[in-house]
């Protein structure tokens, strides 16, 4: 079975109820045949970087949208082009060229910052994000902010971190079979917060974590 196949039977995985949250199809024109819509823009099959962001919109956003977009993404919002450039800073690479998706592929209830327990978080790793891990087989999995690194571990039998530092510092390898691996690595999200927060007692530390992990896997932009 291909790998678009493989990724095929999660996305009629995600199309079923789950608890209390809305599926893409409830909202007309964004059902789609992808796991998250992040992956329309970034849908590199054979990458070896990875993306994987906590979840991908919510249920007011999407009642006030205009519509999809052909990226499943604003490239113009502060959060995207944050993280167009570390990215392309520690591996010289465009997000296009990655395999990048949504931990969480459910539509929560409220507003973007709607808060998804942790508990959910930890069944969506386990329904779709290890499965993608192990269909896409990158080198390195970058998961954006600590619920989601947290999840992704929790799902893999490891511990939560506590705090961002500690995630960081704490990558983890995921068996992909054939004597092969990924290695899931923390970074901090890409949005203001985020990069406020990782950056606050010494600037450029968000651009220096990144290349700390390009550099351990090989991947760096002057290979």
């Given at each position: ?26 909202y007309p024109g ?38 999809p977009s052909e ?92 705090g961002m530092a ?58």
């Open positions: 079975m291909s790998k678009q196949q493989q990724l095929g039977e999660l996305v009629e995985a995600r199309r079923q109820p789950f608890k209390h949250y809305k599926r893409l199809g409830d964004f059902e789609c045949g992808y796991v998250s819509p992040y992956s329309k823009g970034a849908h590199n099959l054979d990458s070896e970087v990875m993306i994987l962001l906590q979840d991908w919109s919510s249920d007011d956003a999407l009642v006030r949208s205009k519509g990226l499943g993404r604003d490239p113009q919002l502060p959060t995207n082009r944050s993280l167009d450039e570390l990215l392309h800073a520690a591996f010289g690479m465009k997000l296009a060229e990655t395999y990048a998706t949504n931990l969480f592929p459910y539509i929560k209830r409220g507003g973007l910052s709607s808060r998804i327990p942790f508990g959910d978080l930890v069944h969506a790793a386990k329904t779709f994000a290890l499965p993608q891990i192990r269909i896409v087989a990158p080198k390195v999995v970058v998961c954006l902010g600590a619920n989601t690194f947290n999840a992704l571990r929790v799902a893999a039998g490891l511990e939560r971190c506590r500690c995630a960081i510092d704490s990558p983890f390898d995921i068996t992909l079979g054939e004597g092969r691996k990924a290695t899931a690595w923390a970074q901090a999200h890409p949005g203001a917060w985020g990069q406020r927060n990782r950056n606050r007692e010494r600037p450029g530390r968000t651009v220096e974590d990144w290349k700390r992990m390009s550099e351990a896997a090989g991947l760096g932009p002057l290979r």
